[in-house]
């Protein structure tokens, strides 16, 4: 028997959207080498592979060229794999054990609430070279666990972004999450997610990225919930 695949668009309004993620359910066990040829032969920002224990499952994510040790649409998509293939009831809180310690997801009022870890963004010195290779001066730099957090001006900005993506995967983080204060009345910030270090140019919708982003906001904005917008091609939403 084969090992069962799902490809499941993440943080998606409609078809097209939102972020694709593989998800593979494991019986066993599966070496290193394995996991990191089957996520390059999927080429999506992350495979997550999930492995039943005994108070509930392994679940690890994986780049086309690196294992990370954070990704929420990869968690997300697992999730609804677990829920609409049998594995669990709809009613049940899904637990994940992952190097970035438990994570659970239930079904909330129309919406998947995940608990994350938050990683809150502190000032940094930006890198001398971080305006050239991403052709704009920041308002603000500052770094969380695993990226730098960049506020630009406003959404022209955003939007126009072009980064030079050699240049940026020389930088010793994870990615850049580059982020405004949206104008748009529905959302409360808008934001845009770069890895190319991990083998992902732009990320089309990153939830762990959103573990920066809503306490960064929510301090900024004085809320204490908010929805933000990743603008990639794609495009997603997000409830902190």
Not at 33 to 59: D, H, R
Not at 141 to 153: A, K, M, P, Y
Request: hydrophobic share 40%; charged share 20%.
């Amino acid at each position: 028997m084969g090992i069962p695949f799902y490809q499941i668009d993440a943080f998606a309004a409609k078809a097209f959207t939102g972020n694709p993620a593989a998800v593979c359910l494991l019986e066993e066990e599966a070496e290193v080498e394995w996991m990191q040829s089957v996520a390059a032969e999927m080429n999506l920002s992350e495979t997550a592979f999930i492995l039943p224990q005994s108070k509930g499952f392994g679940l690890r994510w994986f780049t086309p060229t690196t294992e990370v040790d954070l990704c929420g649409h990869a968690t997300l998509a697992s999730a609804h794999v677990l829920w609409n293939s049998g594995c669990l009831e709809r009613s049940d809180t899904v637990r994940f054990h992952t190097r970035s310690g438990l994570l659970t997801a239930k079904l909330l009022n129309g919406w998947v609430e995940l608990d994350f870890p938050s990683t809150p963004v502190v000032p940094a010195e930006p890198p001398l070279e971080l305006s050239d290779l991403i052709g704009i001066v920041p308002k603000y730099v500052g770094q969380s666990r695993f990226d730098l957090l960049i506020e630009l001006n406003d959404f022209g900005e955003l939007s126009e972004l072009n980064p030079d993506y050699v240049g940026l995967s020389r930088l010793p983080v994870r990615g850049f999450i580059v982020t405004v204060q949206s104008d748009i009345p529905e959302y409360d910030f808008l934001s845009r997610f770069f890895a190319p270090a991990t083998g992902v140019q732009e990320d089309p919708v990153t939830g762990s990225a959103h573990c920066a982003l809503a306490p960064y906001w929510a301090e900024k904005l004085g809320k204490k919930e908010m929805i933000g917008f990743q603008a990639s091609r794609r495009g997603g939403q997000g409830k902190s």
